[in-house]
């Protein structure tokens, strides 16, 4: 979030910010990249806002395979405005990509390259 952006040299992050006699200050204060694809065209997503959360940076980026910064503050936004939950709505969309990985490992292992099936051990 402090690293620079390499289209306009700027960071994302400009500030924490917390509740009244909070420690943690898990807020953001960020500023998107107006030239990025998602609100290039969107000036009411160029000033100064809160940005994504710990918790919902992991449910739309890391569980869905998502790094691009900017596209998860803009889908932040989108949740925000559209009345979802960033962290349930990450989650939910993640879902289905995850087992299906799981269930594609799970199939690609056979019973005679581990001796018995490792999933059955409990």
Partial sequence: MHRKRPTDGKANLLTNGACFGCTIACGRISRMDPGHFSVKDKPQYHGASGGVEYEAAWALGAANGVSDLEALTYANFLCNEHGFDPISFGATSARP???????????SRSASSYGSDPWRRW
Avoid at 97 to 107: D, F, I, K, N, V
């Fill in 97 to 107: 990509w995850s087992s299906t990985s799981w269930e594609s490992s799970r199939r």
